[in-house]
């Protein structure tokens, strides 16, 4: 699901407005647009689409969505009329999820190692392969900046791709729970989610004293890594070390966050 704010973008001279709306996508390809018509409220509407497969995600750039899906389905909608392109990139394994990172550069990952990354706008797809890891699940993407993309997926995978002048560079993290000084507990449970958290902290109480109280005028940035069995798991991107996990553990069978 997307729900996003009012817009607007102009091609050929021509300014289009695009409403607030909340787009949702499923099985047997549907695409379902909630948004408020002239005299109406919320009126929910079937986008058409003849591409019949179970859709996963969606993301937006300024002028289009963007929708991935079982079968190697990538679609491209128009916002302002929904006019849909399926997008060729000669794969059939499932895609499960897709994050731009501007109206340039996306990422698309899904079964088996299929990381796919365009830097032209979705004209092109680049697949980038992680060594040892073709029989690798990614549930979660995440292209968090120009040169940074995290990806999560099943039995605890988390990699991190950074790009410089060379092109990418695929580095596979480890989580882990420190029992105590000398004894390490590996997460390997599926991970189903991951978000960007960049806010103001203020802590005090001793249970929250793991994340560093500096105040109220210090920003940390956080990646928060949801697991299929309830457990939370918090990476300090402030941290000295670069990667410092900090392992929470609730009551919920919940796998996605938001």
């Known amino acids: 699901v997307l729900k996003h704010g009012s817009q607007t973008y102009s091609i050929n001279s021509i300014t289009y407005s695009i409403p607030e709306r909340t ?57 302002h009329d929904f006019l849909l392109e399926k997008i060729n990139i000669n794969i059939i394994k499932n895609l499960k999820s897709i994050s731009f990172y501007n109206n340039l550069k996306g990422v698309v990952v899904g079964d088996l190692n299929t990381i796919l990354i365009t830097n032209d706008g979705g ?8 060594d040892d890891f073709e ?12 040169d ?17 002048i060379s092109g990418w560079t695929a580095y596979k993290r480890r989580i882990s729970k420190f029992i105590d000084d000398y004894e390490e507990y590996l997460l390997v449970d ?7 958290s960049n806010v103001y902290w203020n802590l005090s109480s001793s ?29 300090d991107l402030n941290s000295v070390t670069n990667f ?13 966050i938001t």
């Open 23 to 79: 787009i949702a996508v499923g099985e047997f390809g549907v695409i379902l647009n909630t948004q408020q018509f002239t005299g109406l409220t919320g009126t929910s509407n079937i986008i058409p689409n003849k591409y019949k497969v179970n859709l996963r995600a969606i993301t937006q750039t300024e002028m289009y969505y963007w929708i991935c899906g079982d079968d190697g389905t990538l679609l491209k909608v128009r916002k």
């Open 135 to 146: 029989s690798y699940y990614y549930n979660k993407v995440l292209f968090q900046s120009q």
């Open 244 to 256: 410092d996990f900090i392992y929470l553990e609730f009551n919920s069978i919940y796998g996605d």
């Open 148 to 164: 940074k993309i995290y990806i999560v997926g099943n039995t605890g995978v988390f990699i991190e791709l950074e790009e410089d």
């Open 207 to 235: 249970s929250e004293q793991q994340f560093r109280d500096f105040g109220e005028t210090t920003i940390k940035e956080f990646l928060l890594l949801v697991t299929n069995d309830g457990k939370i798991i918090a990476n």
């Open 190 to 196: 599926n991970i189903n989610d991951i978000i960007y």
């Open 123 to 130: 004209l092109n797809w680049d697949s980038i392969i992680v």
